[in-house]
């Protein structure tokens, strides 16, 4: 039986992670940071008596160090970060502590306890940023960081690296492009959108607000991408692997989509930061633009070149963009009542 620590164990991707590696016979040790309220509602339902939780955090190497020598892992999933793009523009000192030096912090850990361990850093298409001209985006792309986040996460990549090649230990990134499901936080904007919607369609809400309409993004089902992590840890030597459904859609699509799970066609009038989008039949005001929630710095467009993860890994994405919308809408309308 294979042990596994996940840090991040309580957000969408530890979540799904947990249950696959279950799924596969693992020992699961999550890491989880203390809240005065309970934060663990994606992973309440699973009941396994091979599934542990430890209190902690990736900014106190004291409590790494403990738990990598206390377990000995076969696998550490560094899934934790500041991970919300817009907010790291607010707190950038903290999503630079949280999720660059705490990749940092893993990877000591490891070194220090010399454990014989496989180690995952989740990278970000957010690497990318500034580059919208390179597109797709591949393994070999140059990276621009444009925002807090991205440029901790770069940092975080590259001492991944480091580590790999100073003391061989077999550490990897997975570039992933972005990836959604119903666990999905609702501050970032797919679940906004989804749960804004249902909302609408429920009644509970007049009109939903976004910033960039334009912004273009390769979206897949965060339960494909999961599965993607673990095959990176499964090869013979360690590598680095973009994940990515090589296709991008707008925004302004992704609205689209969830309104027509609810039977509304939008029709879009204006532009730019006066662009708003109305109900075909009823000609009911339901989509506007707020500046407040443009970036600093805009990534105007993502899109994943994931075929040397297709060629050695054998990934492939199963869900596509518009089964993605319908789980999401699904589930968010038995959330909020239809």
Not at 69 to 82: C, F, G, M, S, V
Not at 113 to 133: C, M, R, V, W
Request: proline share 3%; hydrophobic share 35%.
């Amino acid at each position: 039986m294979k042990t596994a620590i996940i840090t991040g164990v309580t957000g969408q991707d530890g979540s799904y992670l947990t249950e696959f590696l279950l799924s596969k016979g693992y020992e699961v040790h999550g890491l989880i940071r203390r809240h005065s309220t309970s934060c663990t509602q994606r992973i309440a339902h699973i009941a396994d008596e091979k599934f542990f939780l430890h209190y902690g955090d990736v900014t106190d190497s004291l409590c790494l160090t403990h738990l990598v020598k206390e377990i000995q892992p076969d696998e550490i999933y560094n899934l934790a970060a500041q991970s919300h793009v817009g907010i790291s523009f607010d707190v950038p000192e903290y999503t630079a502590e949280a999720t660059g030096i705490g990749t940092l912090k893993i990877l000591e850990a490891i070194r220090q306890n010399k454990i014989d361990t496989k180690f995952y850093q989740a990278s970000t298409s957010e690497l990318f940023g500034g580059l919208p001209y390179t597109a797709p985006q591949s393994e070999t792309t140059p990276f621009h960081p444009r925002s807090p986040y991205a440029a901790a996460k770069l940092y975080a990549y590259w001492i991944t690296v480091n580590y790999r090649e100073a003391y061989n230990i077999f550490a990897c990134n997975g570039i992933l492009f972005n990836h959604e499901s119903p666990r999905r936080g609702e501050d970032f904007v797919t679940r906004k959108i989804s749960t804004a919607v249902a909302k609408i369609f429920a009644g509970r809400q007049e009109k939903i607000s976004l910033g960039n309409l334009d912004a273009k993004r390769d979206w897949g089902f965060a339960k494909d991408y999961v599965e993607g992590m673990w095959l990176i840890l499964q090869q013979d030597k360690p590598d680095d692997f973009v994940l990515a459904t090589g296709e991008t859609h707008t925004v302004r699509e992704f609205v689209e989509a969830a309104f027509e799970e609810v039977g509304i066609k939008i029709i879009w009038r204006g532009a730019g930061v006066d662009e708003k989008g109305y109900d075909s039949e009823s000609g009911k005001l339901l989509v506007d633009v707020n500046p407040k929630y443009f970036r600093p710095a805009e990534v105007d467009l993502l899109l994943g070149d994931s075929s040397k993860a297709q060629k050695i890994l054998g990934w492939q994405r199963k869900v596509s963009f518009r089964e993605l919308v319908k789980i999401m809408m699904q589930a968010d309308l038995e959330n909020y009542g239809r």
